[in-house]
């Protein structure tokens, strides 16, 4: 009697997508140990290169050792390419691949890459597949060749050097990874807008989400056609960027050890800079562990709620966000219903927006416990940390490289779970779904 071993079968779209950020990180990992793929002699250890791996699949930027000493150009390269393969999504990734061989995307490629790229119908999967590549690249060159003038004319660098800089960085701008070819992130350049404003612009734009960059590509003239998913993601999008930028340039205006010995144009620029990398980048032109701890605070809360949904942004996005605002805002008033710029929100987002917000708070909170029960550092620093990674951000307070492995991996944990969100990996997680044919009694208990 022969007995045959039957592996699981992926049959959600949810279950497939986590699967492949899962391979997607391995290969990385595997990639990264080899010895070519190190500066030093010898290979990373496992957990240096899986949490590497994973922060670039997981477009995070939060790293355990130095990105430019630590890697050779080999190990830089498998990082670049993680970011453009995380930040294109799995599945995208793969459903490209199957139209430049077959030219054809079958119905089980359809229904992943609409579940990763949030597309609503099956039919236009092939259209946003290529679309979201075309995207990417026509922005990431524009970007890149940007940066890469500068650093040729401004700073001396080699052209051969200053490509590589400016595809580097313009590929972990666009993706909001944050990762950076230089010890101290962009700290040196600082006042250089010829830099900052670049990456800024290219997190901004990859931090809208790809369904926005279409329809304000399609109808930027016509914005009373826009769909309630654009106008809330540029609405939430414009008060947290001039919000959170005027927070940050406040709070650390007189602090010596970040803004303090700037000009005032340069205080304004590393503001702006420093209040669009919450978004879910992770550069820093200032020095985040010298922070006051108000723009931590801060900092966290603009982590936390991200960037917008179907883009490259973590967080649990600004749609999630300004969902629950409105909800709140019709129950202060007494609506029976939650509607904004003309529209009725249907109950079942609302539900929806709810769980991702509870589950969101959940692990950040058990993690930031973790942190205060094993560590010795503050409740401030910890939550930042822990914000960050669930977030996908890649700031830090300088803390993820002392960390004991176990919390490292905690913080691997955390990235993963944020760039797929709850609801994927607890749906992908799920053995089987169950439908309640019948309803039980109503009862109200009290609330409040």
Not at 103 to 122: D, F, Q, V, W
Not at 236 to 246: E, K, Q, T
């Amino acid at each position: 009697m022969v007995v045959t071993r039957r592996w699981p079968r992926l049959r959600h779209p949810a279950q497939v997508v986590v699967a492949g950020f899962a391979m997607a990180i391995a290969a990385g990992t595997g990639l990264l140990m080899l010895p070519v793929a190190k500066a030093g002699p010898g290979g990373a250890n496992a957990v240096e290169a899986l949490f590497t791996s994973t922060s670039a699949v997981c477009v995070t930027g939060l790293v355990v050792v130095d990105t430019p000493g630590y890697w050779s150009g080999f190990g830089q390269a498998v990082i670049v390419a993680l970011i453009q393969v995380g930040g294109f999504g799995i599945m995208t990734f793969a459903s490209l691949l199957v139209l430049l061989v077959s030219h054809r995307i079958g119905l089980r490629a359809r229904l992943t890459a609409a579940a990763e790229t949030k597309t609503i119908g099956l039919g236009d999967v092939r259209a946003v597949v290529t679309g979201v590549v075309k995207a990417s690249l026509l922005l990431e060159a524009v970007t890149a060749l940007v940066l890469a003038l500068r650093f040729a004319t401004a700073y001396d660098e080699s052209w051969p050097r200053a490509v590589w800089l400016g595809v580097f960085h313009a590929v972990s701008a666009f993706n909001n990874a944050g990762f950076a070819l230089y010890s101290d992130n962009l700290m040196g350049f600082v006042t250089d807008p010829w830099i900052c404003v670049p990456i800024a612009l290219a997190v901004i734009a990859g931090g809208l989400g790809f369904p926005v960059l279409f329809e304000l590509r399609r109808r930027f003239r016509k914005p009373r056609g826009w769909s309630l998913h654009t106008k809330i993601v540029l609405w939430a999008s414009g008060v947290f960027l001039v919000g959170g930028s005027a927070f940050i340039t406040a709070i650390e205006w007189s602090n010596p050890a970040t803004l303090g010995p700037l000009d005032v144009p340069g205080k304004l620029l590393a503001g702006f800079f420093q209040g669009v990398m919450p978004r879910t980048a992770g550069f820093n032109s200032i020095d985040t562990s010298q922070m006051n701890p108000a723009s931590w605070l801060g900092t966290d809360v603009l982590m936390f709620i991200g960037g917008a949904s179907a883009g490259t942004a973590g967080g649990i996005k600004v749609t999630t966000f300004a969902v629950l605002f409105f909800v709140m805002y019709a129950e202060v008033r007494g609506e029976g219903a939650v509607n904004l710029f003309n529209r009725r929100l249907h109950g079942d987002l609302q539900r929806q927006a709810l769980t991702v917000v509870l589950l969101s708070v959940a692990a950040v909170a058990i993690s930031t416990l973790a942190f205060m029960v094993f560590t010795d550092y503050s409740l401030d620093q910890s939550l930042f940390e822990v914000t960050s990674a669930f977030a996908t951000v890649g700031l830090s307070t300088g803390i993820t490289a002392d960390l004991h492995p176990g919390l490292q991996m905690l913080l691997v944990a955390l990235m993963f779970i944020g760039r797929l969100g709850p609801i994927t990996v607890a749906s992908a997680l799920a053995l089987r779904s169950r439908v309640r044919l019948y309803d039980l009694p109503e009862e109200r208990p009290v609330i409040g």
